[in-house]
């Protein structure tokens, strides 16, 4: 498998689960243990993990959740995704107040002191993740997507059913 | 006329039915116990003084007392989701388990496809079709923000859903949704028997090819939000030499039994196993379930 494959032909192929629990651990200090009974894809840019299945073999359109994007330098998660494995993270956290986590989730840029490497980080509020957060020199910018922050849902308002 | 006219005979205290499905709906939402747990979600709602009511015939459905219940940060975090009371119920029927191979043949966008995951604890796997491309969008970002680790996406045209085999199957058919005008009105504006009969065709195909993908003894719920015989009794008869009807009994849920004479004839006795929901029964919109059991 080479990654470039599913970019030029835009479907999913396996990934070897230690490939992506090696680098939460490394960013996130995240046991590679939380990573084991999943399933990891790959497709362009994109990760999806599953939990471990037989997938019949036909044509998808998801596998799972997208859990990050290789796009850019440095990898980035989702904040779905981290709501699903950042609460084992060890480093790169940041821990808000009420104020804060209610500006964090307006999507607005946050002046705060942190002992973050520059980057990506899990954002935390009262013991329970937020989301993701892009942390440097001082500053953190929110990274939750737009229909799922606080002031932005009723316009989206895609997420109800009948 | 008015289209819901042609219920007056099968509706009880039909007056009634007409006064209740114009006002508007109660809001409810579903408890995620994919990221929370009732107990401490119920905590958290109290501290922050929030005014809500469980239902009565499931303990993880809240009537809630606020304008916009999509704003709450509950709702954000993917700890509730908000959902229709009687749109919690064909899961309850389709009572999937973990481990199990599960189809949802109509998937977007997703309250359905989550419950069902919840309830199987993101274990086995759920196969979400959804055919067209701009209702893949809300059903996956249901998914994503739900927390749901088990469900895979397909777009199919359901009618022709390849040949794998599934423990499974809901069907919550496309239909002319009479049962929805409380949520926005403008559903009966386009309601009508000829619209119904053109809904069939496609309902009873999809019904149809649920069933061949069933496994023997699988079990197969077919759903709708209208009252229409033509989108529901009358579609499941067309299968019922295929699979057998189970009755549907939730407590706590008023319901009326599926109807077995209409316009005329007379339908197999076995409809009345299945269920119409009907809003003056319960304060909620208006459904039809009916479960199957694959021969």
């Known amino acids: 498998m080479s990654p470039s494959s599913s970019r030029i032909r835009n479907i999913f192929e396996p990934l070897e689960p230690s490939y992506v629990a090696d680098l939460w651990n490394s960013q996130f200090g995240i046991a590679q243990s939380v990573f084991m009974g999943y399933l990891f894809f790959r497709k362009a840019q994109s990760v999806w993990a599953i939990n471990d299945n037989c997938l019949p073999r036909i044509s998808y359109e998801a596998i799972g959740m997208r859990i990050m994007n290789l796009k850019d330098r440095p990898w980035k ?3 779905s995704a981290l709501q699903v494995f950042g609460r084992h993270a060890t480093k790169n956290v940041i821990h808000l107040d009420s104020i804060n986590a209610m500006i964090f989730l307006e999507g607005k840029t946050l002046v705060i002191e942190s002992n973050c490497e520059p ?4 954002v935390f509020y009262r013991g329970e993740v937020l989301g993701c957060g892009l942390y440097s020199h001082g500053k953190l ?4 997507p737009k229909e799922r922050r606080m002031a932005s849902v009723v316009e989206n308002g895609a997420c109800e059913d009948q | 006329m008015d289209p819901l006219q042609r219920y007056r005979e099968i509706i009880p205290n039909f007056d009634q039915f007409q006064r209740v499905q114009s006002l508007p709906l109660p809001p409810t939402a579903r408890i995620n116990t994919l990221k929370m747990d009732e107990q401490r979600l119920l905590e958290r709602l109290d501290l922050e003084g929030m005014s809500y009511k469980t239902f009565r015939w499931y303990p993880l459905g809240l009537k809630l007392d606020v304008e916009s219940p999509g704003k709450l940060l509950v709702n954000l975090l993917g700890y509730i989701h908000i959902q229709e009371e009687l749109s919690m119920v064909p899961p309850l029927v389709l009572g999937p388990r973990p481990g199990e191979r599960v189809l949802d043949l109509c998937a977007s966008p997703g309250s359905k496809t ?16 959804e055919p067209s491309l701009a209702r893949v969008t809300p059903l996956r970002s249901n998914c994503e923000r739900l927390g749901v680790m088990n469900v895979a996406i397909t777009r199919y045209d359901g009618r022709n859903f390849p040949n794998v085999p599934f423990d499974r199957i809901l069907v919550d058919a496309p239909c002319s949704s009479e049962g929805r005008e409380r949520k926005g009105p403008g559903v009966m504006a386009r309601s009508s028997c000829k619209r119904s009969l053109d809904l069939q065709a496609l309902q009873i195909d999809l019904l149809k090819n649920a069933l061949r993908l069933a496994r023997s003894g699988g079990v197969v719920v077919y759903s709708t939000c209208t009252y229409a015989p033509e989108e529901n009794e009358l579609v499941v008869e067309s299968v019922l030499d295929r699979a057998r009807l189970e009755k549907i009994s939730i407590p706590g849920l008023k319901d009326c039994p599926g109807i077995t004479d209409w316009n005329g004839v007379h339908l197999d006795d076995d409809l009345q196993l299945s269920r119409r929901y009907y809003p003056h029964l319960n304060n909620t919109g208006g459904f ?3 479960k199957l059991v694959k021969n």
């Open chain 1, 141 to 144: 910018v929110s990274q939750i």
């Open chain 1, 119 to 122: 980057g990506y980080v899990v």
């Open chain 2, 288 to 290: 039809y379930v009916a």
């Open chain 2, 114 to 129: 989550c419950q069902i995951s919840q309830m199987m604890e993101n274990k086995g796997l759920v196969i979400a079709n």
């Open chain 1, 77 to 79: 998660p989702t904040t």
